[in-house]
């Protein structure tokens, strides 16, 4: 056996091979939405150049020129140029970009920062020509670029005459099939989309040499005005001009942090809570999305802000907001000046309140979940369907020491009018957030008792009948418990109004929710699943059970209380049950289709014998 080490093969060093074609593929037509982003992309490498070449020569030229004729494109900056050397490196080098030595300075001060917009271009061209002269070293001669979508390209110097002056242009002929984003019109039209804030002149010359103005600055809402009601004027045109909309009121906003600055429209119809708000975000001047969906909190839906923003972060497309730590401190603080809009407006302008609250009450409402003092300020203005109407729950919570709650809109719209006739507060908690906010009312105004609407509760506060009353009618009501109890419901006489009600069925979730497992019970035990249908059974009892109440002030409950056939007495329940049952509005189970379908036609059966009888 030896001892020697044992030896190692040689290690073969390797580098991974890139498949051009295929990179500049996926960056090209995978990573972008569209193909607009092209344009988007040149105007971002003028602006930077320019901003690199400032950083040397604060008066150096800044203008960046569009030349959309004979179907092609010439970009052209006055910016800092490239050197053969930078050629190689920035230009040719997919993912490597002059723009990130400094990391954090350099981030803040450029648009790009990936070494990959420039590929943006093959999108809509087989070849890019980029002609170049650096601002860096006077001596260097213009440097020309050829670089086609096979990834292959070439690099040749040019005699100095071929470009005099410092700065890139950049020349792309479209690809067979793209000739539409070459059209000096929508070359207009995109520059203007994207490029209304940048920083320097840029404008578009189309085939006649007529020059279009690009950049549009400062922003609207940065613009001096000779009074408040100018400002106000400006921007809702801009809103509708730009976002599509007449907005109903506007909100300035302002995150030093973060050098974010714009304004919150507020959109003149309710939309849905579910719907996320999409806002218009320019990065440094530059478009980024008219879609960001995560500069705001959730709750604020009811606007749409457009904002321009220096330091928040763009995701690799540059087509949405990279959602950072920076981001969720921004949202939280544009959240705060929606806020304080409110507050405002509930101090000082009751009435512009009154209108924004009429379209946009289920916001406020979203948001005060969440917000204590939102909520304690805005009580007074919120408004709640209760039985006293629509009112403030401050109001309402004044008038009744203990506020009922309903579980759904149709218990609410059943029940309401027979509990104020009765005297009970209750309020509707069937809509959206409006339960949740009744039921922190006894933190807010102390004393105040906030309690479910159950059916005990309803039946006890309806006027008892006189116990000769309830004698007389003991047979009918035991008819009635007949056909009511394999329904899991009770049988009482009452006096309510109004009086056009003849019965009243009491139903609350507890009930429902009986019934639900006695009809699987039921269904269990129809096919034959005796230990399903046991455990069902066991549970049975516990829950309460629905209440059908009859109102003795109704002249037909009064005359039907009279029966005595027995039979004619039980299809007269299943009517008013099953008119109880329509009146409640809730879907009905098959059983009490059935129900309902058996005493129409017994009625019906009935009346018709007896017109037959009489004919004779
Ligand atoms: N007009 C121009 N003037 C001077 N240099 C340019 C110009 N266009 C591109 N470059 C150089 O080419 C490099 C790569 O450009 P590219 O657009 O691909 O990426 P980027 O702008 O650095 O970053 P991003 O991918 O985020 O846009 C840049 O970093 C810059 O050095």
Redesign the pocket.
């Known amino acids: 056996m030896s001892d020697a080490a044992p030896t190692r093969a040689p290690l073969d060093d390797h580098t991974f091979q890139v498949d051009l074609r295929g990179l500049v593929d996926l960056l090209s037509h995978h990573l972008y939405s569209s193909p607009r982003v092209y344009l988007r992309?040149l105007l971002?490498?003028?602006v930077?150049?320019i901003t690199?070449r400032r950083k040397a020569d604060p008066a150096a030229p800044a203008a960046i020129r569009l030349t959309a004729a004979g179907g092609t494109l010439r970009v052209e900056?006055t910016?800092?140029?490239?050197t053969e050397a930078?050629v190689h490196r920035?230009?040719a080098t997919i993912g490597?970009?002059?723009?990130r030595g400094e990391l954090e300075s350099a981030r803040r001060d450029y648009?790009?920062?990936?070494?990959?917009?420039?590929?943006a271009c093959f999108v809509v061209a087989d070849e890019i020509t980029?002609v170049?002269r650096s601002a860096a070293d006077p001596d260097a001669a213009p440097v020309e670029w050829r670089a086609g979508a096979d990834g292959r390209y070439t690099v040749r110097t040019l005699p100095n005459d071929a470009r005099p002056e410092p700065g890139?242009t950049?020349l792309l002929a479209p690809r067979r099939g793209s000739e539409e984003w070459f059209a000096a019109d929508r070359v207009v039209a995109l520059a203007r989309d994207f490029g209304a804030l940048l920083p320097y002149d840029t404008a578009v010359v189309d085939d006649a040499g007529t020059v279009h103005p690009v950049t549009d600055t400062p922003a609207v809402w940065e613009r001096g005005y000779p009074n408040p009601d100018a400002r106000r004027a400006a921007l809702a045109h801009y809103c509708d001009n730009v976002l599509g909309f007449s907005p109903l009121d506007m909100i300035d906003l302002d995150v030093p942090l973060a050098g974010v600055r714009g304004t919150a429209f507020v959109l003149p119809s309710a939309v849905s809570p579910a719907m996320r708000g999409k806002h218009r975000v320019h990065l440094k001047g530059m478009l980024l999305t008219e879609s960001a969906d995560a500069l705001l909190p959730d709750w604020a839906f009811f606007v749409r802000c457009a904002v321009d923003t220096e330091a928040l972060r763009p995701t690799a497309s540059?087509e949405n907001l990279y959602d950072d730590e920076a981001l969720a401190a921004v949202r939280d603080a544009l959240g705060a000046a929606i806020r304080d809009w409110l507050t405002g407006l509930a101090a000082r302008d009751p009435e512009r309140l009154g209108r924004f609250l009429a379209v946009h009450h289920l916001g406020v409402k979203a948001m005060a979940r969440h917000d204590d003092d939102l909520l304690d300020l805005m009580l007074p203005w919120l408004p709640f369907e209760t039985t006293d109407g629509q009112v403030g729950l401050d109001e309402f919570a004044r008038r009744h020491r203990v506020v009922h709650l309903t579980d759904s809109v149709e218990e609410f719209r059943q029940i309401a009018p027979i509990a104020a006739a009765a005297g009970l507060g209750v309020v509707n908690g069937g809509y959206t957030y409006d339960a949740d906010l009744v039921r922190r009312l006894p933190d807010l105004r102390p004393g105040t008792v906030v309690d479910s609407l159950d059916p005990d509760t309803v039946t006890a506060h309806l006027d008892p009948v006189d116990p000769s009353v309830e004698l007389a009618a003991g047979s009918f009501l035991g008819h009635a418990r007949t056909v009511l109890d394999p329904l899991s419901c009770e049988a009482s006489l009452r006096a309510f109004h109004p009086v056009t009600v003849p019965a009243l069925l009491l139903d609350g979730r507890d009930e429902r929710g009986e019934r639900a497992r006695a009809q699987a019970e039921s269904e269990a035990s129809d096919a034959g699943d005796a230990l399903w249908a046991g455990i069902l059974g066991a549970l049975r009892g516990s829950a309460p059970r629905a209440r059908l109440v009859l109102n003795h002030l109704n002249p037909l409950v009064r005359r039907v209380l009279t029966v005595g056939d027995p039979a004619l007495a039980r299809t007269t329940v299943e009517g008013l049950y099953g008119q109880a049952l329509l009146l409640s509005r809730r879907p009905l189970t098959a059983a009490e289709s059935a129900l309902l379908n058996r005493s129409f036609l017994g009625l019906l059966e009935r009346a018709v014998h007896e017109t037959a009888n009489d004919d004779k």
């Open positions: 992309e971002q490498n003028g930077d150049a690199a900056d910016g800092v140029g490239l930078d920035f230009l490597r970009s002059s723009k648009l790009g920062q990936f070494g990959i917009g420039l590929l980029v170049t890139t950049v540059r």
